[in-house]
Nanobody, 128 residues
Framework: QVQLVESGGGLVQAGDSMRLSCAAS????????MGWFRQAPGKEREFVAA????????DYADSVKGRFTISRDNALNTVYLQMNSLKSEDTAVYYC?????????????????????WGQGTQVTVSS
């Protein structure tokens, strides 16, 4: 079992930076592929970024590539999302998710249905 708690959201201006954190409890975090998703009002939840449990492979949505960076610290049971050059269209509730894949150190998951555990979300609002 993995419990996830996001933090770091808030209100920023366009062009600013923000770092989200997702703290995980449970012994299995270091063997979980992790992902960030977001959901804007009236829209479906969408993929943002993912990282393998060994931290070597990362994937990004085209809309955030070059602006966002996902990383993890397995010693701290935490995954991060560094967001730079924020735009108003980045406004959404951001969720982190975990998928337990002990035998797949390089796996990243794009589809939300592939994840086993979810956090409660943190609001990010970017004013233009």
């Amino acid at each position: 079992q993995v419990q996830l708690v996001e933090s770091g959201g808030g209100l920023v201006q366009a062009g600013d930076s923000m770092r989200l954190s997702c703290a995980a409890s449970g012994r299995t975090f270091s063997r979980c592929a992790m992902g960030w998703f977001r959901q804007a009002p009236g829209k479906e939840r969408e993929f943002v970024a993912a990282i393998s449990w060994n931290g070597i492979r990362t994937d990004y949505a085209d809309s955030v590539k070059g602006r966002f960076t996902i990383s993890r610290d397995n010693a701290l049971n935490t995954v991060y999302l560094q967001m730079n050059s924020l735009k108003s269209e980045d406004t959404a509730v951001y969720y982190c998710a975990a998928k337990y894949v002990p035998s797949s150190p390089y796996l990243t998951a794009y589809f939300s249905q592939m994840y086993d555990y979810w956090g409660q979300g943190t609001q990010v609002t970017v004013s233009s």
